[in-house]
Nanobody
């Protein structure tokens, strides 16, 4: 099974910056959309940002202008640069990818990482 591993989470003060990274490994023919989601205590998991295989990005209104998503198709990685962090950004951040793992089956299967904790506090 394809694995997604996140890194870069930690503790940061309000107004600070943090960069998250996610690497996909395993049997991968092609990766379609990739994205970052987050889940705060007591809340549902929500979309933060997504990026297509061609580089088109979409952001949640709450992070627009502060976060930037990017990807490297050759390395099967996706990053999330987070600037001007706020306490409400505190959550576990999850990497997501639509992965094609078979040469004969065109289906893309959704995969998730284990998450990395981001805490924004003074």
């Amino acid at each position: 099974q394809v694995r997604l591993v996140e890194s870069g989470g930690g503790l940061v003060q309000p107004g600070g910056s943090l960069r998250l990274s996610c690497a996909a490994s395993g049997i991968i023919i092609r990766i379609g959309d990739m994205g970052w989601y987050r889940q705060a205590p007591g809340k549902e998991r929500e979309l933060v940002a997504r990026i297509s295989s061609t580089g088109s990005a979409n952001y949640a209104d709450s992070v627009k202008g502060r976060f930037t998503i990017s990807r490297d198709n050759a390395k099967n990685t996706v990053d999330l640069q987070m600037n001007s962090l706020k306490p409400e950004d505190t959550a576990v951040y999850y990497c997501n990818a639509d992965v094609k793992s078979s040469l004969w089956n065109p289906t893309y299967v959704e995969r998730w990482g284990q998450g990395t904790l981001v805490t924004v506090s003074s």
